[in-house]
């Protein structure tokens, strides 16, 4: 802060001293022409372009850009993490609807209800819907009434959380709260808990209508009316209200603009019938004078507007500026800059209309007489604690985290910082404060056998960035060595000691019948097999990949070589100093003339080989099928890699009570943060660098989540599960002989 409040200083002192060009930053939805035509003529603003909304704010916390437009929820989000550090110089409403909030969600009922909240038990719920086509409402905003009224987000004492969802503990309890209703769309974004819950919690589902699939409302709308659409879900949850609430409370949570419409145009005759309930339980009946007026006369939930925020250095001068850019606050005519300005600037509607502040206000003095996000309280399913391994990946949790939290994504996020992999690891293992992390598929196994953890999701890859494991000899040994039982008795080099590529050959020797499928102590295994070699990490208690074995890995030490004469604790280590160390490693492990075959992740090799001195053609594979691949080099088949799997998973605890819970939270975040997110309501990207930094949280090679299940339609994570088949039978086991895995 020290440094900031200098740098602030300095700036307002250059700002006076000359003209200034206003960076703006702009994320990928703001067309590149936008972008460029910035530039025109005598601009005043230069484009900056980001990978998000959420980079543009870092960018601009680091006076690296000075002004960028976000979202409403956005605003909120930075309101609640960073209150009084940006400014908010305009608001982004439109033409059509110049209110003081850009939605408001109110709650209808009959107009002699009473008991506040709790006179809605045994009621009918009529729900506009949770899709993501209404793109306006987050989860939190959605579910507001039925916090409420249902108390869903708590949970009575007995409450039974184990194996549930978040999703499935609310709906429960709404369930019993309310006797009928209908409230369409995903329930859950796994496609199997969606349809159970629609199930077994149908009488939430009753009253959409015939044939709906709870997805939707089918129910016999009447005839139209000008100026009201009977297809918004809005109007269709009023008229559910209206044909549901004879004996019984009933109530719609719709947004006010619909409810005016319904009551003026549709159905004016039975206004008077009906009142909004507010959040002190009291009700106003409504009437043709708060008909009449765009403000509701309470809601129970107000939304802000769009902002356009500038950095605390350059905000009064922005403003001053944008008076005169767009004196009116409408978009100028022609193909200027200040037109391109606006586009830029007002999230892309072509009816965006910007109503400047008086002054520039923090976020927090914006939305704070609007919409205030509570604080985190006492949830159903505790917080899940993140587990991240850098500074970088601890900020890029934080942000992950407030979002989260701010749409009401379920269980609520924690982040905790350690050191390195292994820490986290142990962590998890021991529930010391960390739940779970994504971890490198290279560490599948240790996670699984000393760790005692397992996979909540695996993480997809496009096609070029899955794990490609082979198995590589030497031409010129070609001859004596042209099957595994040739291996026998030679020297192997790994990349890591209990990593992938160490433990496909633990697969495929089983395979072809050189190792017995008896033994479970896999260190013994590899170690009885090759007379020596170099895997890095062998004699490390972080790698023991038989937990109980007494078997010596050293063996498997033999031929690593170091940058300088190792100190005791360095020999067979898993870093730089151990010159073998990883799949660069294991190809310069290979080119010595004293080890015969490499195991090793061929992503990367061209490179790897051209650093050892080798070429291509001095090695070939090994196959699977336990042949030599046709010719040398390193186009290596599908069918000749030893294995073929994700490059990362998610894991957890593996008999962990809150695994279900777990597995619905990276649901949601797909859902929000990921590649297939439509319209996100806050712009942070999960599965993409941050603040340019590459691989935090997930690898930039992460395109979404698949289960982790043998029989997943993505075949690398097939081939993934499928790996692990004879682990699982050691560790699982009935037979006390085999079971040597078993941890507690
Ligand atoms: C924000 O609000 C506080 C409290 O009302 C006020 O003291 C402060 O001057 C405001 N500042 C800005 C920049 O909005």
Not at 437 to 464: C, H, I, T
Not at 608 to 614: C, D, K, M, R, V
Request: glycine residues 6%; proline residues 5%; charged residues 20%.
């Amino acid at each position: 802060m020290v440094k900031a409040s200098y740098l602030f200083i300095v700036a307002i002192y250059l700002g006076l001293a000359s003209a200034q060009t206003f960076r703006v930053c702009v994320p990928p939805s703001v067309p590149k022409s936008v972008c460029e035509g910035l530039a025109k003529d005598n601009s005043n603003a230069v484009c900056q372009e980001a990978t998000s909304s959420l980079e543009c704010a870092l960018k601009m916390s680091t006076f690296q850009s000075d002004i960028s437009y976000f979202s409403p929820e956005e605003t909120i989000l930075f309101g609640f993490h960073q209150p009084n550090w940006f400014r908010v110089v305009a608001t982004v409403r439109d033409t059509a609807k110049l209110d003081p909030y850009s939605f408001e969600a109110v709650a209808v009922v009959p107009v002699g209800h009473t008991d506040g909240f709790e006179g809605l038990r045994g009621g009918v719920y009529c729900h506009p819907g949770f899709d993501q086509a209404d793109v306006k409402w987050s989860p939190r905003v959605r579910k507001t009434l039925e916090n409420l009224a249902a108390r869903t987000d708590h949970c009575e004492v007995n409450t039974d959380t184990t194996g549930k969802t978040s999703e499935e503990i609310e709906i429960d309890t709404l369930s019993q709260f309310f006797s009928a209703g209908c409230r369409p769309g995903t329930w859950s974004y796994s496609d199997a808990e969606d349809a159970d819950l629609k199930n077994r919690y149908s009488n939430l589902c009753s009253r959409c209508g015939p044939n709906s699939d709870c997805s939707r409302y089918t129910i016999d709308m009447g005839s139209s009316v000008s100026g009201v659409n009977n297809d918004i879900r809005h109007i269709q949850a009023l008229e559910c209200l209206r044909t549901n609430s004879q004996n019984t409370p009933a109530v719609a949570y719709v947004a006010w603009d619909y409810v005016r419409e319904y009551f003026t145009l549709r159905n004016p005759q039975q206004a008077s019938s009906f009142a909004v309930l507010c959040s002190n339980g009291l009700t106003v009946p409504l009437n043709a004078t708060n008909l009449a007026d765009s403000i509701s006369p309470c809601a129970l939930v107000r939304q802000p507007w769009a902002t356009i925020i500038a950095s605390p250095n350059v905000a009064s001068n922005v403003l001053n500026n944008m008076r005169t850019w767009w004196p009116n606050g409408s978009k100028p005519s022609g193909d200027t800059w200040q037109a391109n300005l606006f586009t830029a600037l007002t999230g892309g509607t072509s009816s965006a209309q910007v109503v400047f502040e008086n002054f520039p206000v923090f976020p927090i003095n914006y939305t704070r007489g609007i919409r205030v996000i509570p604080e985190r309280r006492e949830t159903c399913i505790t917080p899940r604690n993140w587990c991240t391994t850098s500074a970088d990946e601890l900020v890029k949790c934080f942000w992950v985290r407030q979002a989260s939290h701010i749409l009401g994504l379920q269980p609520p996020i924690t982040c905790v910082r350690k050191n390195n992999v292994f820490e986290c690891l142990n962590d998890i293992r021991n529930s010391n404060a960390a739940d779970f992390m994504s971890l490198d598929s290279n560490y599948g196994y240790l996670a699984r056998v000393l760790y005692g953890l397992g996979p909540v999701k695996l993480v997809q890859n496009a096609a070029a960035d899955t794990a490609k494991i082979a198995a590589f000899v030497k031409e010129s040994a070609i001859g004596t060595i042209s099957n595994f039982e040739q291996l026998r008795g030679k020297k192997a080099c790994f990349p890591e000691f209990g990593g992938l590529a160490n433990m496909a050959f633990v697969r495929t020797g089983q395979e072809v019948g050189v190792l017995s499928t008896a033994q479970c102590d896999y260190a013994r295994a590899i170690g009885e097999f090759f007379s020596g070699g170099c895997a890095p990490g062998a004699t490390d208690s972080s790698h023991a990949i038989g937990a109980n074995s007494t078997f010596d890995a050293s063996v498997l030490c033999s031929t690593c070589k170091y940058t300088t004469t190792p100190a005791s604790n360095q020999v067979c280590s898993f870093d730089d100093i151990n010159l073998y160390v990883g799949n660069k490693g294991a190809v310069a492990c290979l080119a010595d003339a004293e080890n015969d075959v490499a195991f090793l992740d061929i992503r990367d090799i061209s490179s790897n080989l051209a650093a050892a001195g080798l070429q291509a053609n001095q090695i070939r594979a090994l196959c699977r099928n336990n042949q030599l691949a046709a010719t040398a080099g390193i186009n290596v088949d599908n069918s000749c890699l030893l294995a073929h799997v994700v490059d990362a998973e998610v894991v957890t605890r593996r008999s962990d009570p809150m695994l279900t819970a777990v597995r619905g939270l990276l649901e949601k975040l797909d859902a929000f943060f990921g590649y297939t997110a439509a319209n996100q309501l806050i712009n942070l990207e999960i599965f993409s660098p941050f603040n340019t930094k590459s691989d935090l949280l997930f690898k930039d090679s992460a395109i979404g989540f698949t289960d982790p299940s043998p029989v997943s339609a993505h075949e690398p994570a097939k081939n993934y599960m499928e790996l692990f088949d004879h682990l699982d039978k050691c560790t699982y086991s009935a037979s006390g002989a085999t079971a040597v895995h078993q941890r507690a």
